[in-house]
């Protein structure tokens, strides 16, 4: 054999090796969750919270969390987190919203803290579709306000399309789980080898409800491109607020974030007469001749 056939065979059979690697090991790269006992009692000091569990048709557990504010409820949160831990250490971040009297639920996704089950894209679409359904049961949905953080965001989209819920918000949302791991492994076969494609940018494509889009400029895993890119999917529905030295997990430690949630969720929608201003009036291209 050809010494460069030779070193052609074993660059083919590493690449095959990783490829292998890659699909089945992609669920332990991509999730990071933390299990939980069954009889673990969550504790959040100063919060008023109630535990639910919902049994889906394959017999899986999803556990979740809802937050209740101290005021009369203007609606309610289901926030998707990201892909680590579970809801015990994310519940802290439901005061956000019950400080402005929205109810937050908060649920884990299969294999995360109590909830059990095989995990798939697929069954996780149809686990929060079922929340989100038990929501409506209990509140209209013009009520309901969708957020997705990072991971949660692509999971936020889909349950945006396929219903009609207040509004969606997205944090450090990305354009495709693929795309996101492809900036990884650049030369793979992504689209073949990836199960949790999530195509964020198609979904958004169907959403009717205003969209808000927060991202930090300093994020370096989802860089804040993405989301100028995402803005551009449903541009008269969509409002791109930006977190000047941002990053990906600390947007909360940020005064703007709170003041940019403040006004997502207390904003009235307004209607510009736009024949009062100057959308019409274009900049001339070539220099006016001066009068003699």
Known sequence: MPYWLHILVIVLLIYIAISFALYYLQDYMLFKPEKLPQNFQFNY??????????????????????????????????????????IKGWGKFAIDFTRHNYNVLMVDYRGFGKSTGRRSQKAIKRDLQKVYNKIKERTTEDHIILYGRSLGSGFAAKLASMNNPKMLILDAPYYSLTKVTARYAPFMPL???????????????YVQCPIHIIHGTNDTLIPYKTSVKLSQVKPKLT?????????????????????????ILNQKPTNIDLSTTSINVKHSSKPNKAKT
Not at 54 to 68: M, P, Q, S
Not at 240 to 245: E, K, R, S, Y
Not at 248 to 262: A, D, Q, R
């Open 239 to 263: 409002k791109l607020h930006t977190v000047i030295g941002g990053g990906h997990k600390n947007l909360n430690t940020f005064e703007s974030y709170h003041e940019m949630i403040h006004d």
């Open 45 to 86: 000091d100063n919060q008023d919270f109630q535990e639910h569990n919902l049994i889906t048709r394959d017999g899986a557990v999803i556990n979740g969390i809802l937050f209740k504010p101290k005021g009369k409820p203007k609606g309610i949160v289901l926030y998707l987190k990201g892909n680590s831990k579970s």
């Open 191 to 205: 689209s073949i080898l990836i199960k949790y494609p999530l195509p964020t940018y198609k979904w958004l494509k």
